[in-house]
């Protein structure tokens, strides 16, 4: 249906959440707040699969990288503010009136700003530019894209198919590792609460660097397969430092391998993004980049419960070791991958 309907419908869902969750304060209306949160949850997937497609269908072929990785920039920028805002906005000690007044101060400042955001999407959001920017965009445009089809069409791609393991095994261990991070933290530091959420924060804010890098990098080189296998064995010697600072006793440096770790792991998200629309085209971008989430989405939640249920039973340094061995895995995977650039073809061929 077009980007503009795509965005349109995330941005009114995330709204009309954000309301829902302003009216859910009070201590019996508990389930509004899980109604509102699951409605913001569905249209998340509408804004996930944006970058790569809107990269592709407004940007030229020297500045489609960049423009996905901005994309994917934003989505880890609202992460971040929310390891940072909540913990100053809502206070963890106080009466229940006290806290009650600073969530609903919190909520109504979300529903405030994605009021303004649906309006701002409303006016002004285009579903494409008036002449398609590359000869690559304008063969995608041109073409009827039947979803049934395109999804069999992936499903058959070798290269598709190794990408969706080795992108689900990467972004599944980084989900696990941010979900349990607290756990992780205050086991050697006990008290630094806070600590563990800055620490999050840091390799979010990390990760938005190492994505608009890597974006950049993308656009110069157009060397997909060599930089997804450097940023993929990068991110192997992140979490291996990261697994062997955790105890060393100073939680600086746990802050400084974190930096390492969330650079290359989450700076990994445009690069598979960029390199799945290569090897797919010219299947549509949202096709490609939503079957990447939802794979993920189920990586991630069967890493977070192999991840817990390892933290329990054998310490978080097996549990760490773990997370290693299945980022080395996804390192030989990608290797395995062959760089077939399709979409490039079609632009050097016009």
């Known amino acids: 249906m077009g980007l503009r309907i795509t965005t349109i419908i995330g941005s009114f869902g995330t709204c009309a959440g954000a309301w829902l969750k302003v009216f859910s304060v009070p201590q019996d209306m508990f389930w509004l707040g899980f109604v509102g949160q699951t409605v913001v949850a569905v249209s998340q ?8 497609r809107l990269a592709a269908v407004w940007f030229g072929a020297d500045q489609v990288s960049s423009a996905c990785s901005i994309g994917v920039f934003g989505n880890q920028l609202g992460v971040a503010l929310g390891f940072l805002l909540p913990p100053m906005i809502v206070r963890a000690q106080g009466t229940v009136e006290e806290i009650g007044a600073d969530l609903q101060l919190m909520f ?7 009021s303004v955001l649906f309006v701002f999407i409303l006016l002004f959001f285009k579903a494409a530019p008036p002449s398609p920017p590359s000869a690559a965009a304008d063969f995608g445009s041109s073409l009827d894209s039947n979803f049934l089809q395109s999804i069999k069409k992936l499903l058959m791609n ?30 050697y530091y006990p008290g630094a609460n806070e600590d563990a959420g800055r620490i999050g924060l840091v390799i979010v804010v990390a990760g938005m660097v190492g994505s608009v890098v890597c974006g950049l990098i993308l656009d110069k080189t ?16 992140g979490m291996i430092i990261f697994t062997f600072t955790l105890d060393c006793g100073y939680i600086g440096v746990v802050y400084f391998s974190s930096i390492i770790l969330g650079f290359f792991m989450a700076g990994y998200l445009p690069v598979g993004f960029e390199f799945a629309s290569e090897v797919t085209y010219p299947e549509p971008e949202g096709t490609t980049s939503g079957i990447l989430n ?57």
């Open 45 to 52: 997937v509408f804004i996930l699969n944006v970058p790569p």
């Open 222 to 237: 157009h060397r997909f397969k060599e930089t997804t296998l450097a940023v993929y064995a990068a991110s192997v010697v």
């Open 158 to 187: 070798r290269n598709y198919i190794l990408l969706l393991i080795s992108y689900g095994l990467n972004v599944g261990v980084f989900y696990a590792i941010s979900t349990l991070l607290n756990e992780l933290v205050l086991t």
């Open 108 to 114: 109504y400042l979300v529903a405030g700003i994605t």
């Open 294 to 350: 939802a794979c993920v989405q189920i990586f991630g939640i069967l890493l977070t419960l192999l991840f817990e249920w390892m933290l329990g039973a054998v310490g978080d340094r097996w549990a760490n070791l773990a997370m290693c061995a299945l980022l080395a895995l996804g390192t030989a995977v990608t290797a395995a991958i062959r760089s077939d650039l399709r979409r490039q073809a079609a632009q050097n061929k016009e």
